[in-house]
C-alpha cells in the first residue's frame, strides 16, 4: 500500500480536487443504488462485451452486464465496507489507546506490546492470517480487516492521551477529585476520538484498497456483488479483447485511494498557518492604506 | 497556639532519571505547614523542588515517604473516591492559564462541572456559578464565552473561580502571576488577599518574583535544592536574611530604580544549581556558597532557630 | 549623533485571514554604537514585530506590510531586496530569544554548532572554525569550554544554553544585537550573570543593543535609554535615569507605580491599571492610552498626541497632550 501511495504522490491532486472526488464518493456510495441506470447484477448475454453507447453508456461486462452501473454500485459496497472496518477499529483502537494512555502501567504495557506486533505486521498480512483462521465471507473479511486496523488508531489515542494528561486542565480535574471515569468518557475520549479520524481519513483510502485486494484474491466481497477489486478479477481474463473493463474499476479505486490519502494530509497540513492568498492579500492592503486616507490629518494629529 | 490546616512532614519525592539506577531527588525531606488565612511564600531557583514538592501535596506526583497532614487527616491513610473527596480541600493554581481551562468548555461549564464533582445539587449550581465569577471580580455575562476568548488575567482569574468551587481550604498557587503581564498581576495578587481574609483560606505562593512574595506573604519558606534551608516571617526573611542562599537570591534580583540598582551591593552567586541526581555532601549549597568551610562538606546542617519563627539550616548562620 | 540603527516613522501592518491589523504605528528609535536601549511595554503592544520586522525576520503565518524608514549603519533596510537583508543578519545584525532551546539544534554537539556560525559569517574551515569556537565560549564565560563543545543542548541548563547561544550572536562581532526577552526564562541569579556578560560583551566590542524585556529590574539593571510601547506606539523615550524615576507619561508612570516597593507594608494591597489594552485593528484615532488614562480630557480620545520633548533633557520625549502638568518631583519614584 504504501509504495502505491508513494508512487501516487507525484500526481498531488490539490486539496480542493481531493475533497471532490471524495464528496463524489460519498455521495454516490449512500444513493448509488438509487442512482442506477439499470440493474448491476442482471445478466443479458446478448448484450456481452458491448463498447460505449447510449443505452450502456461504459458499455457492458462479459455478462452483459451495466458497467456504469456496477461502477456504482461497487462504490457502495466499498464505502459501507470502509465504514464497518473502520467503526469496529475506531472503537476497539481509541478505547484501548486512551485506556492505556489513561492508566499506563502494567495496563499500557500489555495494551502496547499487542500493538506493537499489529502495527510490525503489514495490515494485508494480518487480514489474510484472520481470513485464514475464520474462513471467507463478507463478516469475516470486515472483521479480519478491523483486527488489522485498530493498533494504527490505537497508537494514535494513547499519544493523543499520554499528551494531554499532564496539559494543566486535565490536572485540574484530578486536583478537583473528578472520579476516573468522568476524566475517561467525558474529557480523554472526545479528545483522541477528534485526533483519531484526521488519521481515519486518510486511512479510508487504504483501506479501499485493502477490500479491493482481497475481493481481487477471491477473499472478500463475493461475486455476483459489485466490487472493484472483484470487477478487476471478473474481467481480466478479457484484458485484450475489452481492456475497459479492467482499466475504469482500477481507476475508479485509484481516485478514492489518493484523493483520501491527499484529504487527510490536508487537513493534517491544515493546522499550520499558511499565508494569505492573493485576493484576501489585495483586500487586507486596501483596508489597511484606507486609513492613511484623508481622516487621518483630520483627527490623528501629527505624526513625531 | 492555632493547629495548622496543612501540615506536611518529611515529604520526599523522588523520579527515576533516564540516566539508568539514578534517582532525580527533587523534594528530600521538607517540612511545612500552612494556617487557616495565612499567605505562605515558596520561593527558590527553578530547579529546586518547588513545582515538585506543591504537586505532591495536590496528588499530581506520587511522594516516596512523608505525610501530608490536612485538617488532622494523614491522607496517606485514605484510598479511592475517600481521598479525592478530603484531597479536593487542597486546590491547586496552575501557572499557565492559557492551557488549564478546556478550550472546548465555555467559562460556565468549567464552572459546572467543578460544581458537578464538588457534588452541589443541581439547582443550585446556576446561582453559585455567578457567585463564584463575582468573587473573582468577573462579570457573569462572562459564563457563556470561551477560555480562548478571555486575556490571561481573566483567565487567571476563572481558574481561581474554578478552585474555589471546591471550598477549598488550602490553595497552592505555582507561579499564578508569572506569565501575566505586570499591570494585570496586581488584580489576581489581590484576590489572594482577599480569598485568605475574607475566606479564611490558606495560601502557599509558590515564585520567583521576591518582591512580589515579599508584599504578600506573611511567612516564607526559602527552598534549595530539594530541601528547605531558611524559614521566616517576611519581615524577618526579607530584612534579615540568615541562610547565606537567601541573602544571594534577594541581592541578586534588580530594583527598578536605576540609581539604587547601580548602588547594589553585588554578591555574586556563581555557578548554578547542582544536579539534583548528585546533590553535593554535607550542606547542599556549599559548592556556591561564599562562607562555606571544612566542615560544610561532612555536616548536613540542621535548622536552627534564629529567633521566634525564623529558622536557617547554615551551620554558621549569621557569619 | 553615529546611529547604527535607526527607525523612522515605522509603520507594520499584519494582513491576516480575519483582519488586517496595525501593530506598530509610527515609531521612530535609534540606538548608537555601544549603547543599550531597552524596550518596554506589555505583551501584544508591538515591542517584538517593531524590531524585528526592519530586519526581515516577519511573524509567522501571516503577511506584512511595512513603512517608513530603516537604516543599519547607513544602509537602507526597507525596500531593499530580501537577499542583501538576509546576508546582513547574523553578520551586522545578530537576534537573541527568549528561549535558547529554540534557537539550537537538539541533535548537534554545542561545538560544531558554533562552529557552523563561524563558517557561515567569517568564511572559517576545519580547525579555524573550531578554535574560533573555543574562543567564543570561553569569551561567553563557559568554564571547561573543550569539555562543553562535546555535549548537546539537553546536557546545559537553561543560563549556559543562553550563553551558548550568546557566543553564536556575537561570532561575527556584529553592530547590532536585538535580544528579545533574554533572561525572562532564567532565574534571578543567571539573570544576572548573563546581563553582566552582555554588558561586558557590548562594552568590549562597542556593540549596541536592543533589550526587549517586561521587567523593569532589567531595564534599570542594563540599559542606557528606554523606550516604553503601547498599543504599538511610542508613549515615552529617554534615558533611564529620567524615565524610570521620574516617568512624564501617564503610562509610563502607572507602569512604574505597579511595581511592588521594598517600602511597601507586608500585606498592602498591590497597584495595578485598572482596564486592558486596546484591542489592535486600525490606526486609534486618538491617544490609544486614553480610556485607562487617569488624566485623560476629551481632547485626548480624539487627536493624536505626538511625540514631543520633555524640556530639560536631550533625548527625553513623551506622546501625551498634557506633558506640562506631569512634572514629578526628582526622586519621588526611588
Ligand atoms: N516528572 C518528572 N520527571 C523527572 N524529573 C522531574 C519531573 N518533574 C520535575 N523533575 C525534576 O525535579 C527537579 C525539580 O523540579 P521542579 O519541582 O519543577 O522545580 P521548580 O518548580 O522549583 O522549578 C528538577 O531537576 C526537574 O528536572
Ligand atoms: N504571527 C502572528 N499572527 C497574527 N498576529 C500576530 C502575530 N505575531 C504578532 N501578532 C500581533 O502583533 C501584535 C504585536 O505582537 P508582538 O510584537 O509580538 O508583541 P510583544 O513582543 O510586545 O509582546 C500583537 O497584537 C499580536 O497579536
Ligand atoms: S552550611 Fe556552610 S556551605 Fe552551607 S550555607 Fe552554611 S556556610 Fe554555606
Ligand atoms: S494624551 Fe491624554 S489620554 Fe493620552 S496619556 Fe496623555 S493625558 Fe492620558
Ligand atoms: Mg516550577
Ligand atoms: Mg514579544
Known sequence: MTVFLNSARPLRVSPGLALWIVAGFLFLGLFGPWLVPHDPLKQNLLAAGQGPGLVHWLGTDHLGRDTFSRLIAAANTSLVGITLVLGIALIIGIGLGTLAGYRRGWTEEAIMRVTDVGLAMPSLIIALAMIGIFGTGYWNMVIALALAWWPSFCRVSRAVVVGVMNKPHIEALRVMGASPLRIFFVHLLPTTTGSVLVYATADAGGLALSIATLSFLGLGIQPPTPEWGQMLVDSLPYLEGDPRQVILPGLALTLVVVAFNFLGEAIALNRVPRPLGRRLLARRRAEAAAWDRPPRGLVTGEKA | MTTPVLEVRNLVTHFRSVERGKTIKAVDGVSLHLNAGEIVGLIGESGCGKSTLSRSIVGLATPNSG??????????????????????????????????????????????????????????????????????????????????????????????????????????????????????????????????????????????????????????????LGKIVEEGASTQLYGDPRHPYSRALLASAPSPDPVAERARPRVPLTGELPSPTNPPSGCRFRTRCPVAQAACTATLPPPVEVATGHRAACLFEGA | MNAVYDIRDLTVDLYTRSAAVRVVDGVSLSVAAGECLAIVGESGSGKTVMSFAPIGLMPEGVSVGLSGGAQLAGADLIGGDEAALARLRGREVAVIFQDPMTALNPA?????????????????????????????????????????????????????????????????EPKLLIADEPTTALDVTVQAQILDLLRDLRARMGMAMILITHDIGVVANAADRVAVMYAGRLAEVGPVDQVLRAPTHPYTRALIDAIPRPEDPVGSPFRGLPGMPPQLAGPIGGCAFAPRCPRATPGCATLRPPMRAVAGTPGWQAACHHLTLAVIPKGAAA
Open chain 3, 108 to 172: 548537534r554537539r554545542i561545538g560544531s554548532q558554533i562552529a557552523e556560525v563561524c563558517t557561515l559569517h567569517l568564511g572559517l574551515k576545519g580547525a579555524a572554525a573550531e578554535a574560533r569556537a573555543l574562543e567564543l565560549m570561553r569569551l561567553v564565560g563557559i568554564s571547561d569550554p573543550e569539555a562543553r563543545l562535546r555535549q548537546y543542548p539537553h546536557e546545559l541548563s537553561g543560563g549556559l544554553c543562553q550563553r551558548v547561544v550568546i557566543a553564536m550572536a556575537i561570532a561575527a
Open chain 2, 67 to 224: 505525610q501530608i497532614v490536612l485538617d488532622g487527616t494523614d491522607l496517606s491513610t485514605l484510598r479511592g473516591s475517600a481521598l479525592r473527596r478530603t484531597r479536593s480541600a487542597i486546590q491547586y493554581v496552575f501557572q499557565d492559564p492559557y492551557s488549564s481551562l478546556n478550550n472546548r468548555q465555555t467559562i460556565g461549564e468549567a464552572l459546572e462541572e467543578a460544581l458537578v464533582i464538588a457534588g452541589l445539587p443541581a439547582e443550585r449550581r446556576g446561582a453559585r456559578t455567578t457567585e463564584l465569577l463575582d468573587h473573582v471580580g468577573l462579570p457573569a455575562a462572562i459564563a457563556p464565552r470561551y477560555g480562548r476568548e478571555l486575556s490571561g488575567g481573566q483567565r487567571q482569574r476563572v481558574a481561581i473561580a474554578r478552585a474555589l468551587a471546591m471550598n477549598p481550604r488550602v490553595l497552592i498557587a505555582d507561579e499564578p502571576v508569572s506569565a501575566l503581564d505586570l499591570s494585570v498581576r496586581a488584580q489576581v495578587m489581590n484576590l489572594f488577599f482577599d480569598l485568605s481574609r475574607n475566606l479564611g483560606v490558606a495560601c502557599l505562593l509558590v515564585a520567583h518574583d521576591l518582591a512580589l512574595v515579599r508584599q504578600a506573604a506573611s511567612r516564607n519558606y526559602v527552598m534549595y
